[in-house]
Structures are given as structure tokens and as C-alpha cells.
């Protein structure tokens, strides 16, 4: 992280209030860049995936100060990975905070290992798409969620929704901000899993470690310390 040299901070965007948009380019790798949407010209995103951009992989990225979401990927572009990453900051509009958060991905089998994910509007990630269907095989991997949930002052630092997702050995903050570590919700969470968690509570104003939705099926909470 600390090898970072490029950072991209343009002051407007031609590309729909984005300030990276990667639309049909898959197999693209963008590694040690920081992308800072912190200008007023920018609206949404500080890194939108879309248009079947497959296979896109992120490697030791700062996304911070957007909008809306530090990165969002949309339902067709599948099989990406970003590691390593600084997410923070972002949900910077004055409405709505409840719906920007660090990592919003829709679409299925992303893995997102070794990321810090903190102060950022609402939850550090969601894997999550309106509507019902996906994501899918999706993988949190050894993150650090902390300090999310700014705009809203409740709700959880991380969302698996849909089914055959997995939470593997990420370390979880909670309290004073979001009230919930963890939570398997939406479009019938089915077959997720949440295995080796580290969940802390700092304060008093903690709700659950990890939320199962009562809507759930064969959901599985493993060996974690909460």
C-alpha cells in the first residue's frame, strides 16, 4: 500500500459523475493506484465495473472520498478480485447516506481478500442486487471492516446476500457506528457462509455479531469468535 505512486483525481467526468468507469473491458488489471473523487464535478463513483467487464482485477488501490460508492460492479461483470485495497470514505452526498457504501457488487464470484474497508457511508460492503438473483460465489476474505456506517449511525459492515456466498476469517468492528458485524439478508439468503470471524464490540451500542434474515435457509455460522 504504501508503494502507491499514481493518483488519478480528475476534476470532471465525461463518463455519467464517475471518476474511473471500466465498461466492456475485461482481464483489465490496475494495480498501486489511487483514485481520489473528491472533486465537485465528480456525482457517483470513484470505480464503476461494467457492461460484462469480466475477470477485472484490483491490487493495492486506495478508493476514497465519492459520492455515491468506492466501487461498484454491476451484475455482468463477473470473476473479478481486489486485494489488498484501502476503501474508505466514500457516500460523501448529503441524501440518502444509507445507500453508498465502500463496495457494492451485484455480481457473482468477486473475490475480495485483504482490503481495509472503514469510514464509509453506510456498510463497508455489500453483496447485493435489487431485484433478486445474485451475486453468487461470491468471497470475503481476511478483511477489515471498521468505522462504517457514518451517514446512518446503524446497520452492518458487511452484506452476503443471495446464496453461495462466504465471510472467511474477516476482523469486524462494531459499535457506536454499525450496530451489526455481519449479516446474511436479502433475496433469501441460502447456502452462505460465515466461518473463522472475528467480531468486536466497542462500545455499548452494539446489536448482533452476525444477523441471519429470518427468511434464511441452510445458512452456517463456524469457529468464529464473536
Same mark, same amino acid.
Given at each position: 500500500i504504501n508503494s502507491r505512486q499514481v493518483i488519478i483525481k480528475p476534476a470532471s467526468?465525461?463518463?455519467?459523475?464517475?471518476?474511473?468507469?471500466?465498461? +466492456?473491458?475485461? %482481464?483489465?488489471?490496475l494495480e498501486g493506484i489511487v483514485i481520489d473523487a473528491s472533486e465537485p464535478g465528480l456525482?457517483?463513483?470513484?470505480?464503476?465495473?461494467?457492461?460484462?467487464?469480466?475477470?477485472?482485477?484490483? @491490487?493495492?488501490?486506495?478508493?476514497?472520498?465519492?459520492?455515491?460508492?468506492?466501487?461498484?460492479?454491476?451484475?455482468?461483470?463477473?470473476?473479478?478480485?481486489? @486485494?489488498g485495497s484501502y476503501i474508505h470514505h466514500? +457516500? @460523501?452526498?448529503?441524501? @440518502?447516506?444509507?445507500?453508498? $457504501?465502500?463496495? %457494492?457488487?451485484?455480481?457473482?464470484?468477486?473475490?475480495?481478500?485483504?482490503?481495509?474497508?472503514?469510514?464509509?457511508?453506510?456498510?463497508?460492503?455489500?453483496?447485493?442486487?435489487?431485484g433478486g438473483g445474485n451475486p453468487s460465489g461470491g468471497i470475503s476474505r481476511r478483511n477489515y471492516y471498521h468505522d462504517n456506517c457514518q451517514g446512518s449511525h446503524t446497520g452492518s459492515n458487511l452484506v452476503l446476500s443471495y446464496q453461495g456466498n462466504l465471510s472467511d476469517r474477516d476482523v469486524v468492528v462494531i459499535g457506536d457506528e454499525c450496530t451489526t458485524g455481519i449479516s446474511l439478508a436479502n433475496?433469501?439468503? !441460502?447456502?452462505?457462509?460465515?466461518? $473463522?470471524?472475528?467480531? %468486536?464490540?466497542?462500545?455499548?451500542?452494539?446489536? %448482533?455479531?452476525?444477523?441471519?434474515?429470518? !427468511?434464511?435457509?441452510?445458512?452456517t455460522v463456524q469457529n468464529g469468535v464473536i
Open positions: 467526468s465525461s463518463t455519467g459523475g464517475h471518476a474511473v468507469l471500466l465498461s +466492456g473491458k475485461s %482481464y483489465v488489471w456525482t457517483a463513483d470513484a470505480l464503476k465495473i461494467q457492461t460484462s467487464s469480466i475477470g477485472v482485477k484490483l @491490487t493495492d488501490m486506495e478508493l476514497r472520498y465519492a459520492t455515491n460508492q468506492g466501487l461498484l460492479v454491476s451484475v455482468t461483470s463477473t470473476g473479478g478480485t481486489i @486485494t466514500n +457516500g @460523501t452526498s448529503a441524501v @440518502t447516506k444509507t445507500l453508498w $457504501h465502500g463496495i %457494492y457488487i451485484e455480481a457473482s464470484n468477486w473475490l475480495v481478500e485483504g482490503n481495509e474497508l472503514a469510514w464509509n457511508s453506510q456498510m463497508g460492503m455489500q453483496m447485493y442486487k435489487s433475496n433469501t439468503p !441460502t447456502n452462505n457462509i460465515v466461518r $473463522h470471524a472475528s467480531i %468486536y464490540c466497542s462500545d455499548g451500542s452494539c446489536s %448482533y455479531g452476525v444477523s441471519i434474515q429470518s !427468511t434464511g435457509v441452510n445458512n
